[in-house]
């Protein structure tokens, strides 16, 4: 993939670096001692993004995980499943773009896959509300899960979400109780679920597709009970101490203590 | 815990969906394998042991 666009302060030393070795590479000097430089410089570059992404802060985390080109539920769809065939709609009040679901196949695995999806450019991201669900798309993710557990379908579910949609629409259509619902039957679905938080995994809208057999989450990704501009804003009144917020919730992956079972 | 690809997965897609390919893969090889009911008394075990709660002052059994 070619170099993405500095949106990371952090990153600035990568990219720079970055900047070097190919204004290297573009040079037609092909002399020992420019090979060995550029060899060099990358030897560096790993280095320098090991140190950097070791030694990432909650809020840093945070911030990759909201990263504009991070993979989404699309980018996995594309390029891990053989097969994917969408399924729209909750039979109630209509189809929700936050979230995806649909029957896919993952090698020999015919498998149900249901994921958030935040959107690309502005227009898909209205669409999808920032990969904020409403409350049909977790009518429409339960519906088709029980379709699943009747067909002996392993249920993959890919998490990345602010939250759950706060609107009055999506309260007036029963937002808390619809998330409730799916995790009291997700809990007793018969069959296996996968979880795995792709980027974040925001409260109740993470939840509310969360709850299997075994539960994972990418290295930078996070998973918190609220967002930490929400906490903010609740504890300090005010969305800018979101950073200190990030590290108070201890929501990154290093946090985790390991599982038992 | 995925491990992503050096310097976070918005560097290399492709990478990153091999390796949650791969975790995928494997834990589905897991859970298919087993009896329903002992998949699902597990399942309730796990979130049932992430927390208790006291009742009137007391740790509930």
Redesign the interface.
Known sequence: ?AS?SLQLDF?KP?VELEGKLSQLEASTDDSAEAAEQKRALRREL?AL??K??SELDAWQTVR?AR?????MTT??IQ??FDEFVELHGDRFFGDDRAIRVGFAK??K?K?LLVGHQKGKTLEERKQCYFGCAHPEGYRKALGKMRLAAKYNL?V?CLIDTPGAYPGIGAEERGQAQVIAENMFEM??L?????C?V?GEGGSGGALGIG????V?????SYYSVISPEGCAGILWKSGEYAEQAATALRLS?KD?KP??? | ????P?????????Q???R??M???R??QQ??T?P?DQ??E??????R?QGVFLENGELPE
């Open positions: 993939m993405p990153e990568i790993t993004r090991k950097i992404y990759v990263h504009q080109e991070r993979p980018d996995y390029l891990m993952l090698d695995y498998v392993p993959i809990s007793r018969p069959t296996p679920i996968i795995v792709i709850v299997g057999d075994r994972g989450v990418l290295q930078h992956a985790w599982s038992t079972t | 815990m995925i491990e992503e050096l310097g976070g997965a918005h560097r290399d897609h492709h990153m969906a091999a949650l390919k975790y995928l893969l834990t589905l859970l298919v087993e329903i998949l699902l597990k399942r309730y075990g796990k979130y042991r």
